[in-house]
């Protein structure tokens, strides 16, 4: 029976809520939730208004991501990022329907990489040396005065030689403004170039303490790399590759650890640049045959000026930045300072001559290595042809990187007489994640790597919900209320999906009158959901707009939530507002463990896969309901027809009933021995008050346990009804422990602070009684500030012999009369004792 009322009322809520007829011939998590062609994307091509989205070929968008630059772990900057990155690409394949071919690739040969490894390789060295002391002193010294000259010159404005003893000094007076949060010019807000002065002096205070502690190269590693590789850089043997591929491969595999634990889908192509070096070569070449490069002493340069002269633009992202000297020196990478030959100051290297120390390969003009923007115009063009339809990365990307990139890979499609080439149609940026004005940067060293955070303050859910607060191209700064907005936002959602789902099961197992009421469904949640769809729809059309989603999901959900409140609810309403909900969250990338279509009912559970084997899944929801029955069993409770029942009860049989459907969610298939354990438990509660006190104890402390502990430990929660049985919620284990522990401690603390009273209480009386026993006559006799008393034992005279003045004689006898009432208090107490 409980099946075939669970048939009925899911055909209702499918006649009802189903999506409007969709193509049949398109996968179902394929099929568009609206017209594509009402979409429109805030383009960096056409900046202003977001413009309409019209990919190449029909259905299909091909997209190319720039990936990570592999030499140290991942931080939140990149996480914001992806996860941008990620959620669009959801919406756009699973939500809007288009088949995504997405490429990415991961940099493994660029100047921080060579930098990076062969500076930890030659610490590594530098500490297989034998060394005494005093030599690991003088090197960690010179190091410590050669940094300073090159990061943080005004410490060394004075004529007397800096070290560990004046440091401190000098940082105050030198720098004193930017680390009390100002700049260095006294003018405007802090930038880049502060943070890059506290990440200098936060390694130079680390240096000076391990020099005046004597603890050697511990503490002073970040003064001593680019020492040390200033030292024997020209030295180092690059012939043997691995020095490099070790690191980059190390943190490929961290990067991919982080992007799972963050939900982000895998891309569907990955590149590499050391895989397409020769392929690198050829495109450099045809470039340079086209005009638009040059060869100057083994390296080779984009010609802006030729470019421009044959009709092209050049900066097409970023027009503002095309002089910017600093951004272009950051394009070319700190180990392309020397490099000679360029004609103009802004043409930029595509191919680079490797110097003593660098990684090399074979090219037409000599040993070298790829430039950074060529490698991406390669990949990309190889695996999306000549044109394609979105390229994305961080807005700091925008200019010389893409720039550059447009630039080099348009010049190398160039056809005379046929006007610029389109190499992108749509360039997508992601805004910066920033700390105290400065962009979270491994540079700076003022990021949270992705992995510290996960373990210490977001779980990937929670983070990922910080990040759809915001636009994706907008610039963010994670503040407290954008955080608690998240944290409601996320449990609001928690426990609308358990609380329809405990409703939901509470119902399977009614009869068919109380279980269903109205399979027509004409009232309730209808309109509201159709609004929520209709402006779910225009948000995410508006270029992903995820903060109005989001909005509108919260809308929907608290108007389910009040109308499940009511006495009246139809729960299949309610359902049919939560399926849709859980298919946006999934198609969001809100529930790690949801899989497209995201058809089922809430955040899904970890525990839910097809390898599940259920006998050995429900065995600890088993043995709790065995436990209890036991245990209620031992109590030798009046025997009832309703107990008897109960404790004959066989949810071994429901069980099979539901394995044998093919079930694999934990959830469902342990529900039989929850509803008995519950029931036993809802019997003990009815019963308890005709009992004796002794039993009735037992009875209540069972009942406890079972709510607090059995299930408690399962991830189950009971929330007790009045006249109704209890509603089994599911809930992670460690959210209830935590909540149980939490209430523990307030009782805790209320038992101590009602003790602490009560010793002072009793502290208070021992005062009041000890004071109490001295006699108004004597309470001033031992005073050494008065010399004379009266017959009562007021004073009346001074110590230094002089008549007490009358003031002060009022106080005093006021003073004896309370003492008097509290003596005779005493008297009548304790019976006239001393």
């Not at 007490?804 to 006898?813: N, Y």
Request: hydrophobic share 35%; charged share 30%.
């Amino acid at each position: 029976m409980r099946s075939i009322i669970l048939g009925v009322r899911r055909a209702a809520f499918s006649t009802f809520f189903r999506s409007p007829a969709i193509p049949t011939n398109r996968p179902r998590f394929l099929r568009p939730f609206s017209n594509m062609a009402s979409i429109t994307v805030h383009n960096s091509l056409t900046p202003g208004a977001p413009v309409p989205f019209r990919p190449k070929e029909e259905g299909k968008v091909s997209w190319y991501a720039c990936g990570p630059t592999t030499y140290d772990l991942s931080h939140l900057g990149h996480a914001r990022n992806y996860i941008s990155t990620d959620v669009i690409r959801r919406i756009l394949q699973d939500f809007f329907g288009f088949k995504v071919n997405f490429v990415m690739n991961y940099t493994d040969v660029d100047d921080k990489i060579i930098i990076k490894a062969r500076q930890r390789r030659l610490l590594e060295l530098e500490k297989e040396k034998t060394y005494t002391p005093e030599q690991i002193r003088e090197l960690v010294f010179k190091a410590f005065q050669t940094y300073a000259e090159n990061s943080l010159p005004l410490l060394v404005a004075e004529s007397a030689a800096l070290d560990e003893n004046n440091y401190a000094e000098r940082k105050d007076a030198a720098y004193g403004r930017v680390l009390a949060g100002g700049t260095l010019s006294g003018e405007g807000k802090p930038s880049d170039a502060e943070a890059k002065i506290k990440m200098h002096l936060n390694n130079m205070d680390a240096a000076a303490k391990s020099l005046m502690q004597g603890t050697g190269f511990d503490g002073a590693e970040d003064i001593l790399l680019p020492y040390l590789d200033s030292l024997y850089k020209e030295t180092f043997d690059t012939s043997n590759q691995s020095i490099f591929t070790d690191l980059t491969q190390a943190m490929e595999k961290a990067f991919e650890d982080d992007m799972q634990a963050l939900n982000v889908l895998p891309p569907d192509q990955i590149t590499r640049v050391t895989e397409y070096v020769p392929q690198i070569v050829k495109f450099v070449e045809q470039i340079v045959e086209k005009g638009f490069a040059y060869e100057a002493d083994g390296s080779v340069y984009f010609d802006i000026a030729a470019f421009e002269q044959a009709g092209n633009t050049y900066a097409r992202l970023r027009p503002e930045s095309k002089n910017d000297k600093a951004l272009q020196e950051d394009g070319e990478g700190s180990l392309s300072k020397s490099l000679t030959g360029k004609k103009r100051p802004g043409d930029f290297a595509l191919w680079k001559k490797s110097k003593p120390g660098e990684p090399y390969w074979p090219s037409p003009w000599g040993l070298g290595r790829p430039g950074w923007h060529i490698e991406c115009s390669v990949m990309a063009s190889d695996k999306l042809g000549e044109q394609m339809d979105i390229h994305s990365g961080g807005i700091d990307l925008a200019f010389p990187h893409h720039d550059n990139e447009l630039a080099q890979s348009e010049a190398y499609f160039h056809q005379c007489n046929k006007g610029e080439h389109t190499w992108v149609n749509y360039f997508l940026h992601m805004g910066h994640l920033s700390i105290a004005g400065s962009k979270m940067s491994k540079s700076l060293k003022n990021f949270q790597t992705i992995q510290d955070a996960l373990a210490t303050t977001y779980t990937a859910r929670n983070m990922r919900i910080v990040f759809l607060m915001g636009r994706w191209n907008d610039g963010v700064e994670i503040s407290p209320d954008m955080r608690k907005q998240a944290d409601s936002w996320e449990t609001t959602l928690d426990n609308f999906f358990t609380n329809i789902k405990a409703k939901l099961s509470a119902a399977e197992t009614q009869t068919p009158t109380e279980g269903i009421k109205d399979l027509s469904i004409t009232e309730g949640l209808v309109e509201e959901l159709k609004q929520g769809k209709k402006d779910l729809n225009a948000a995410l059309s508006n270029s992903f707009d995820t903060p109005t989603a989001m909005q509108v999901i919260l809308r929907l959900v608290r108007d389910a939530n009040i109308y499940m409140s009511k006495p009246s609810a139809n729960l299949q309403a309610v359902e049919g507002v939560a399926r849709w909900v859980t298919k946006i969250v999934g198609i969001l990338g809100l529930d790690s463990n949801a899989k497209a279509p995201y058809d089922g009912l809430g955040w899904s559970s970890a525990t839910s896969a097809a390898n599940v084997d259920p006998k050995i899944a429900i065995k600890p929801y088993a043995a709790a309901y065995s436990k209890v029955k036991n245990d209620v069993m031992a109590l030798n409770l009046p025997e009832t027809p309703e107990f008897k029942a109960l404790l004959e009860e066989t949810p071994d049989a429901e069980f099979t009933e539901i394995e044998t459907s093919g079930e694999k969610d934990i959830e469902k298939l342990a529900l039989p021995y929850l509803r008995a354990t519950s029931r036993l438990r809802d019997e003990l509660r009815a019963v308890v008050s005709g009992l004796e006190p002794t039993t009735k104890q037992a009875v209540l402390a069972l009942s406890d346990r079972i709510r607090d502990y059995d299930l408690t430990d399962l991830g189950v929660q009971l929330d007790d009804q009045v006249d109704k049985p209890s509603l089994i919620k599911f809930v992670p284990a460690a959210k209830l422990v935590a909540a149980r522990e939490e209430k523990a401690a307030l009782a805790a603390e209320k038992v101590k602070q009602k003790e602490e009273a009560r010793k002072a209480r009793e502290k208070a009386e021992e005062e009041k009684w000890a004071k109490a026993k001295v006699s108004p006559q004597e309470m001033f006799k031992n005073d050494p500030k008065y010399q004379d008393w009266d017959a009562d034992g007021l004073p009346t005279k001074l110590a230094d012999g002089t008549e007490l003045p009358k003031s002060q004689s009022k106080k005093l006898k006021k003073d004896w009369d309370r003492q008097k009432k509290l003596h005779d208090e005493y008297l009548v107490k304790f019976g006239g004792k001393a």
